[in-house]
């Protein structure tokens, strides 16, 4: 898998269903989960709704419970959350973006993705992070408008790449 998938899985022991990210293996025990992998993000996220799992990579392995999420670095550290936000975590599957804490390029990865455009930053953007739902049917414009409201950064669309301007706008 590259990039995020949904996963509703009922365990079979002489099946086993595997999903492979890279050299790391997520191995369905009967479960609704979900796994986020783009190659840009700081780590790895499975995030599990019911059931069990069991992450592995060539060195170690976690098994996860409902309603954790285990992220793995590019340098293989696990971290394990407890109580994770997992229902957010498929926010996408509802036609939603989430964010929770998320700083204005992790945000903007996000519509990246959805929206297919290039980012062009103009300058070094400040600290601060995004908490809430933004409905993915809304064009790219309504999401700019709303997120340029709540940052000091100048967000302009131009031929369809999305720059971004350091500093306080206002």
């Given at each position: 898998l590259k990039g995020e998938g949904y996963f509703e899985v009922k365990g079979n022991a002489s099946k086993p269903f595997k999903v492979m990210v890279g050299d790391k293996t997520v191995e369905?025990?009967?479960?609704?989960?979900?796994?986020?992998?783009?190659?840009e993000e700081r780590y790895m996220k499975t995030s599990l709704l019911e059931g069990k799992l069991k992450v592995s990579t060539p060195n170690k392995a976690q098994l996860?419970?409902?309603?954790?999420?285990?992220?793995?670095?590019?340098?293989?550290t696990f971290r394990l959350i407890s109580n994770a936000k997992v229902e957010a975590e498929i926010s996408w599957t509802n036609g939603l973006f989430y964010?929770?804490?998320?700083?204005l390029p992790a945000v903007l990865r996000q519509?990246?993705?959805?929206?297919?455009?290039?980012?062009?930053?103009?300058?070094?953007?400040?600290?601060?992070?995004?908490t809430g739902y933004i409905s993915r049917e809304l064009p790219l414009g309504?999401?700019?408008?709303?997120?340029?409201?709540?940052?000091?950064?100048?967000?302009?669309?131009?031929?369809?790449?999305?720059?971004?301007?350091?500093?306080n706008k206002r």
């Amino acid at each position: 898998l590259k990039g995020e998938g949904y996963f509703e899985v009922k365990g079979n022991a002489s099946k086993p269903f595997k999903v492979m990210v890279g050299d790391k293996t997520v191995e369905v025990l009967g479960t609704r989960f979900s796994v986020n992998a783009y190659t840009e993000e700081r780590y790895m996220k499975t995030s599990l709704l019911e059931g069990k799992l069991k992450v592995s990579t060539p060195n170690k392995a976690q098994l996860l419970e409902p309603g954790q999420q285990l992220r793995i670095g590019k340098d293989e550290t696990f971290r394990l959350i407890s109580n994770a936000k997992v229902e957010a975590e498929i926010s996408w599957t509802n036609g939603l973006f989430y964010f929770n804490n998320e700083d204005l390029p992790a945000v903007l990865r996000q519509l990246t993705r959805w929206y297919q455009v290039e980012v062009v930053y103009h300058g070094a953007i400040g600290p601060e992070t995004f908490t809430g739902y933004i409905s993915r049917e809304l064009p790219l414009g309504d999401v700019l408008e709303s997120i340029s409201s709540m940052t000091q950064a100048k967000l302009e669309l131009q031929e369809g790449k999305l720059h971004v301007y350091a500093g306080n706008k206002r």
